[in-house]
């Protein structure tokens, strides 16, 4: 099996860009809306992401139980759109898909993303919570001979597990790592990533999935001394469950953080008021205050005020919005009018739904 990246897939990634992790679209009788399925990914599309993540948290796990049986079609939805896109684009978009499991498991979903299409797999190492760092370094060596693959720090409260800094220095010595996702919402744990990578000298892209620091991320420079040089990094983009909303505005934001990087002007005092808005706007799509049990509810309530999804359904009939958090996403739809992307979807969303 071939397990090279393309050099244009590698490019884009590199350059940093906007991934959505993308939501499962539901009917009321918690069975695959096809339709808007498709019209998600053309919004993403056509919004301006650089790419889908698919199959991941945002996508729910349970599609996963054979019962449900929605992996796969899941996967082929979105690759079709995406091969759509591409006939038309001069730069091909990122395909990445959720990877979980044991390594049986892991191994199984790595082949189906090739046979796919994928470019790479968002490795999840939350259900291996007994294992050491050489069980997961070798459960990620063998995935990664059959696909590459992308690390992921996935903070506890939403399935991952925490990870040492040794792991992460032996993890991006790994042939055929493509990327890391840093999403532990732990300015610690996201620093020993960054220091992991700063010290193996290689040249891994950084991604935030910390949808409580997403500007700040996007902004600060990394430096550590290592092997007697001075390292420097950045998080060049991000893979957010966050920009599965309003990602018309998030295409624009990432601009204007790599515009302000590279321009050597400073970092504007509205830029920086706006990371903590967009921080206490994350608070109430992601639930925070009730230790994230309605962050996926919480995106599917602005989809669906946008006219993207019917509903707010999630497979497991529990997972629900809380209490008080419909009134949370009222105040800062209300406060931050700014940060939406209402008027690109009104737009748009007849097209997308059609067939």
């Known amino acids: 099996m071939n397990t090279v990246m393309d050099p244009s897939i590698c490019q884009t990634i590199a350059k940093g860009g906007v991934i959505p992790a993308h939501p499962l679209a539901l009917t009321a009788e918690r069975r695959l809306d096809e339709r808007r399925q498709r019209a998600l990914s053309r919004y993403y599309i056509d919004a301006g992401a650089s790419g889908l993540a698919v199959g991941v948290h945002t996508t729910q796990f349970a599609i996963r139980d054979s019962r449900i049986g929605l992996f796969e079609p899941v996967l082929q939805l979105?690759?079709?759109?995406?091969?759509?896109?591409?006939?038309?684009?001069?730069?091909?978009?990122?395909?990445?898909?959720?990877?979980?499991?044991?390594?049986?498991?892991?191994?199984?979903?790595?082949?189906?993303?090739?046979?796919?299409?994928?470019?790479?797999?968002?490795?999840?190492?939350?259900?291996?919570?007994?294992?050491?760092?050489?069980m997961l370094l070798h459960h990620c060596r063998r995935v990664a001979e059959v696909l590459p693959i992308v690390g992921f720090y996935l903070q506890p409260a939403a399935g991952g597990r925490l990870l040492s800094f040794r792991f992460w220095r032996e993890f991006v010595e790994i042939e055929n790592v493509a990327a890391i996702k840093i999403a532990p919402f732990n300015r610690y744990q996201t620093l020993d990533v960054v220091r992991a990578v700063a010290e193996s000298g290689r040249q891994v892209p950084l991604y935030t999935g910390n949808d409580d620091n997403?500007?700040?991320?996007?902004?600060?420079?990394?430096?550590?001394?290592?092997?007697?040089?001075?390292k420097e990094l950045r998080i060049v983009g991000g893979?957010?469950?966050h920009w599965a909303v309003w990602t018309r505005s998030a295409v624009k934001l990432l601009q204007e953080c790599?515009?302000?990087?590279?321009?050597?002007?400073?970092?504007?005092?509205?830029?920086?008021?706006?990371?903590?808005?967009?921080?206490?706007?994350?608070?109430?799509?992601?639930?925070?205050?009730?230790?994230?049990?309605?962050?996926?509810?919480?995106?599917?309530?602005?989809?669906?005020?946008?006219?993207?999804?019917?509903?707010?359904?999630?497979?497991?009939?529990?997972?629900?919005?809380?209490?008080?958090?419909?009134e949370e996403i009222d105040r800062v739809c209300a406060s931050y009018p700014h940060l939406k992307d209402d008027e690109f979807v009104l737009q748009g969303l007849d097209r997308w739904l059609r067939p």
């Open 78 to 134: 979105a690759a079709a759109e995406m091969d759509r896109a591409d006939q038309v684009r001069t730069e091909p978009l990122v395909r990445i898909g959720g990877i979980c499991g044991d390594t049986a498991q892991a191994l199984r979903e790595a082949r189906l993303l090739a046979d796919l299409g994928y470019h790479a797999g968002l490795l999840s190492l939350g259900e291996l919570r007994e294992a050491d760092d050489e």
């Open 258 to 326: 790599h515009a302000a990087v590279s321009g050597g002007n400073g970092i504007s005092q509205e830029l920086l008021q706006r990371s903590n808005q967009i921080t206490d706007a994350n608070a109430a799509l992601f639930d925070a205050a009730n230790n994230f049990r309605g962050c996926i509810p919480g995106l599917h309530e602005i989809l669906r005020r946008q006219g993207l999804l019917q509903g707010v359904w999630c497979l497991n009939r529990n997972e629900s919005l809380s209490p008080g958090q419909k």
């Open 239 to 241: 893979l957010l469950g």
């Open 214 to 230: 997403i500007v700040m991320d996007l902004l600060a420079p990394y430096s550590f001394s290592a092997n007697g040089e001075k």
